[in-house]
């Protein structure tokens, strides 16, 4: 929220300079995330008058001004375009050498023949006000001669308030936390209605359907206003806190908002129909262009402000266009009304809307606020704009409810705390910021949290409590906590010392993700990249994988930013196919990519996540040691790495088995099941995408490895206990086998008949080559893997031989194969 101080002074007394009051609204937990000087960029703007305006001698759209900027007689003769000055008047005047709002230099220029010895200003090139048609017109009594920074300049303090307070979104609200600070008192505006005529009542009538969405509604009722724009130094206070100047009427509910915190809405009596105002939730087939010229569709949860003829607003987000102040305005209604913050909220992400208006209710409302805003807003339209304020209002709720009680144990704040507060001490501090307190007596409820967890207190107890009577502003405070924390935020955090726990430090625990990141680092080792995608994707992505577009399985959201981003991932492949399109664009064509991220589905009817991993390889792939040549990625290439990560991880061996491809996802017979050896577990998938997803995703690979795994079945099978192998006393023997199988012959079948035949010596099996063409046939493959045979003593040359031989023959047996020649 923007805060002027010259504004925020009118509330409370501020003797500290901006950066001291900044540190200490901080140190509150108000925090102060920038502090502009508006004016700064002002550099020799004066104010000036006019003594003269006279037709420019060789221009019909110019005039020829003679301009006073001192007391001592200095006349200047400026050249100006606009139509709206007068001699008398007072200006700002840019003098020769100024400088304006980004960097604009203002210098002596000759114009169609007459030399001008400056500018006159307008409100938007000094972004005091959104008007650019004419010079900014000073009242009468602005001292001539003086730098325009010391009339009109000023601070302004960015705070950033937080969720829980809603009542500090106001200059008052923000006056309250500056007097709690340094002990100054809050100012009120003083609220007087000057009241004639007939009765509201006999204008307008306030139908509220459901009161728990509406508890409350003020109405009154104005008529003979003029509408125009508001006092310049309205204006400049609505600028300097981030509002656009609009007309006097709505610029009052603005300030009030700004003041009060109490959003306002004002409607043109005239689209009214028949007087009468009916808060009810929208009707199925009813539309509404709202404020920004937008028709929306409404839905039938959507609480609107309406008359007999259909809706005027969507209540406490936006009004209506049709029901828009404008200038044939001559009578309105002032609406003040509280409802329900998690209906505003609801509504607002529903249709996209965010307003300050929204941003107020949001965080719940004072009840008193809804009277209070509605006398202060017919009291500033009747000053800015004149006619007449109906006598009284229509109030559905004109009851202020009590203010609430919440007893505490002093006590209990030093246990939380850390350092001791005496009760004094409390009910002081509790008293900087409006919170009155009396004795508890036996029997009062101690709101232990904000569930139904209530401790009654004896007769014992309630001689040390206190009762806090919490002002109906407060919102956020309503256990015992919450008053031991506002204790703590009044007397300052900084106060509270900082020690080491008494109790000692707990003993070591694992970290729960290692696991998880030595995956990580084994694929970033081995040369890929780690990317993290959008956990939401559209249809269209679930379309190409197969998936209907009413599957009951996808978790849909409720109320997406875009159909782009309206479902929750059901796969990561969307994602990688994504971001290698992205790096396509880029010219990197080659890519390696890693993501270990959640998959969602309803099970069963209720929603379930997974971590996944899922790798994608396009282009050349570097398979092995640094010396080998890149050559395109295959399925073989994506197995073969998850091999070795379960391997490097300790989850034992992994297998790949054949499977049957899912269409226009996975390249016919090109699809396997990983399966892990020691439990026989089926942790993913792995082979190549289909080349119609590559096109249908426009992507430019003819070609792309891939695979996903469940991660919890991987580390699962991760022991927690890593036991070491004794160093084998005697040298391994290594083999290389090439044998010729058909195209249908997986490579893990004929990986598992040398495991099988080669026995108990067998220590590792590697498929490290990979050929097709002659002298082969066309439907053979040449498959080279490395057997790595050791015994606990030297094996004979006969023994190897025997080994091989009997592999051999198995494979040509089980598989049809022959060894190449």
Known sequence: MRVPLSWLREYVDVDLSPEALAERLTLLGMEVKGIERRGDDWRDVVVGELLAVEPHPNADRLSLTRVRVDGGGGVLSIVCGATNIAPGQRVPVALPGAMLPGERRIERTTKMGVVSEGMLCSGDELRLTTDAEGILILPAGTPLGARLADVYGDVVLDVDVKPNRGDALSLLGLAREVAAATGAMVRWPAIDVAESGDEAASHLVVEVEDPALCPRFVGRWMDGVAIGPSPLDVQLRLMAAGMRPISNVVDASNYVMLELGKPIHTFDAAAVAGGRLIVRHARAGERLETLDHVVRELTTDTLLIADRTGPLAIAGVMGGAASEVGEGTTAIVIESAIFDPVSIRRTGQRYGLRSEASLRFEKGQEHRLARLGADRTAQLIAAWAGGRVARGVVDTDPVEPPPRRVPFRPSRVGRLLGVDVTADEQQALLARVGIATEG?????????????????????????????????????????????????????????????????????????????????ELLAGRGLDEVVTHALIGPEDHGRLGLAADDPATIRVANPVSLEHSQLRRSLLPGLLRVLIENEHQRRHDVALFEVGSIHRFRDGAPVESLVLGILLAGDWVPGAWDQAARGAEMADVVGLLAWLVDRAGAGRLVAETTASLPTVEHPGRTALLRLVSSGAEVGRAGELDPRLLAAVDARASRAAFAT?????????????????????????????????????????????????????LRDVRLFDRYRGAPLGAEESSLAYRLRLQAGRTLTDAEIEAIVAGVVTALGERLGARLRS
């Open 440 to 520: 508890a007596v036996a029997g009062d409820l101690v709101p232990i949290a904000r569930s139904s967890d209530l401790m009654a207190l004896d007769a014992v107890s309630a001689a040390a409590a206190l009762v806090a009577i919490v002002p109906g502003h407060r919102r956020d405070i309503a256990i015992e906590t919450d008053l031991i924390e506002e204790v703590a935020r009044v007397r300052g955090y900084e106060t509270i010392p900082g020690e080491r726990p008494a109790s000692s430090m707990p003993g070591y625990r694992p970290d729960p993700r290692r696991g998880l990141d030595d995956l990580r």
């Open 709 to 761: 795994v469940d991660v919890a079945a991987l580390l699962g099978a991760v022991p927690a206990v890593r036991r070491l192998v004794p160093l084998a006393r005697v040298p391994a023997v290594e083999r290389d086998l090439a044998v010729v199988v058909g195209d249908d012959v997986p490579a893990g079948a004929v990986e598992a008949v040398i495991r099988d035949a080669a026995g108990p010596m």
